[in-house]
């Protein structure tokens, strides 16, 4: 079965960086676009970002839009998520999707 598992999450500071990854198992990754999206506490889940199949074409909520960068490695069925110059409001609970599955989530904290 499909299988999403996200690390990377952490506590940050404002202005620092992290990276996420998302290890996809189960289907034919390289067959299928991937995306990030993310939840805040009391507020409903966003899209952050997405990436197709062969990496050559990506889209970004405005939010993030020249801070973040998303990826991905065929060859390790893997996808990424760079993220830079964080803010406050980043923080919350990343999860990656792929054919109407959700991995677990990987907490991001950034302090002020």
């Known amino acids: 079965q499909v299988q999403l598992v996200e690390s990377g999450g952490g506590l940050v500071q404002a202005g620092g960086s992290l990276r996420l990854s998302c290890a996809a198992s189960?289907?034919?990754?390289?067959?299928?676009?991937m995306a990030w999206f993310r939840q805040a506490p009391g507020k409903e889940r966003e899209f952050v970002a997405n990436?197709?199949?062969?990496?050559?074409?990506?889209y970004y909520a405005d939010s993030v839009k020249g801070r973040f960068t998303i990826s991905r490695d065929n060859a390790k069925n893997a996808a990424y998520l760079q993220m830079n110059t964080l803010k406050v409001e980043d923080t919350a609970v990343y999860y990656c999707?792929?054919?109407?599955?959700w991995g677990q989530g990987t907490q991001v904290t950034v302090s002020s």
């Open positions: 999707k792929s054919l109407n599955s």
């Open positions: 189960g289907f034919t990754f390289s067959n299928y676009a």
């Open positions: 990436i197709n199949w062969n990496g050559g074409m990506t």
